[in-house]
């Protein structure tokens, strides 16, 4: 036990120093890219006649707030706040702090993203097991060939052409995006729950079919290795049941995918990008490019902490995760 609290106390340890690194990088990078929604509202209001003190003030109502001092003073308060988990407020939604934008855009992004890996990962195993064992058949070939297209062609291409097929041509899902039809009131209705799956069966389909290749792949490749090994050519010596050799196999083959699975559900928050910006899905994704687009700092700022975040903690639990499924590395 005292080890494995060492090994734990190292891995945060070295986590906060990758996660205030990140902070730190992505404030000044944020604060130096061209141009100040701010200040360019202001001299819009000057420019249209007003008073400019009466200007500033209104625009730090808007806002909620004006940046004033040297840029490391804003990084020492910036710093304060990261340590009573104070993103600051957003300019792009009327002042509301960037915790609670994170918080309702997260939860849209967390939902069809993980669906998405979840069905990709045991879909992609299974197949990619059958695809190692019957690698000489027609079988075979179709799989691992469905794999290498699904997994060459890029997530933004594959919304796309879903989007264009069952969104727009067939009409069978909704094409105006959102996350649910404005006119269903929400609640635990099978109307609003209805729509939610409506709603969010493109963007977790695209994500799975995107992720589904590299499952497949990387299972065939490892069962494949695995079935070279001396013990399964001594379990079939010996007269073992091809279905206990085959539990043997997938056991084994499987332990290397359990930490891709690990870091991609850390990719949970920066992996829909392109997905939510084609079905207009408003999760961390969509937000994320928005904040680009308005210069929103503090809304940048909080969404790449969160995402470095998310990477951080699931490297430790892969890593925590990889040492207790496989005894062979505990020491």
């Known amino acids: 036990m005292t080890v494995v609290l060492k090994k734990l106390a190292g891995h945060l340890a070295r986590g906060l120093v990758m996660i205030l690194v990140v902070a730190t990088i992505s404030f000044f990078i944020v604060r130096n890219i061209p141009g100040d929604p701010m200040k360019a509202a202001l001299e819009m209001k000057v420019a249209a006649g007003a008073d400019p003190a009466a200007a500033a003030q209104e625009v730090k109502v808007i806002y909620g707030f004006q940046p004033t001092g040297s840029m490391w003073s804003q990084y020492v308060d910036y710093l304060a706040g990261l340590a009573t988990f104070d993103l600051g407020t957003s300019t792009l939604h009327a002042g509301q702090p960037v915790t609670e934008v994170l918080t309702e855009s997260a939860k849209w992004t967390v939902l069809p993203v993980l669906l998405g890996i979840l069905m990709s990962f045991l879909v992609g195993v299974i197949l990619g097991v059958y695809a190692a064992l019957r690698r000489s058949s027609k079988l075979g070939d179709i799989l691992a060939i469905s794999g290498s297209l699904l997994h060459?062609?890029?997530?933004?291409?594959?919304?796309?052409?879903?989007?264009?097929?069952?969104?727009?041509?067939?009409g069978w899902?909704?094409?105006?995006?959102?996350?649910?039809?404005?006119?269903?009131?929400?609640?635990?209705?099978?109307?609003?729950?209805?729509?939610?799956?409506?709603h969010a069966a493109l963007p977790v389909l695209t994500y799975a079919l995107a992720s589904y290749g590299g499952w497949v792949l990387a299972m065939k490749s490892s069962v494949v290795t695995v079935l070279g090994d001396d013990f399964i050519l001594a379990s079939e010596l010996r007269g073992m049941k091809r279905s206990i050799i085959f539990r043997?196999?997938?056991?084994?083959?499987?332990?290397?995918?359990?930490?891709?699975?690990?870091?991609?559900?850390?990719?949970?928050?920066?992996?829909?990008?392109?997905?939510?910006?084609?079905?207009?899905?408003?999760g961390l994704g969509l937000k994320l490019i928005d904040s680009v687009t308005n210069r929103d700092y503090a809304l940048m700022s909080g969404a790449f902490l969160l995402i470095t975040v998310a990477i951080v903690v699931a490297n430790i639990l892969a890593d925590l995760l990889y040492t207790v499924i496989d005894p062979r590395v505990r020491q």
């Open 248 to 282: 043997y196999v997938a056991r084994n083959a499987i332990l290397p995918l359990f930490t891709i699975l690990a870091l991609s559900l850390g990719l949970l928050f920066a992996g829909a990008v392109f997905i939510e910006r084609i079905f207009n899905y408003p």
């Open 173 to 198: 899902f909704p094409s105006e995006g959102g996350v649910a039809d404005i006119l269903i009131e929400p609640g635990l209705t099978p109307e609003y729950v209805g729509t939610l799956i409506r």
């Open 152 to 170: 060459g062609v890029p997530q933004y291409v594959l919304g796309l052409l879903l989007a264009a097929i069952f969104a727009t041509s067939l």
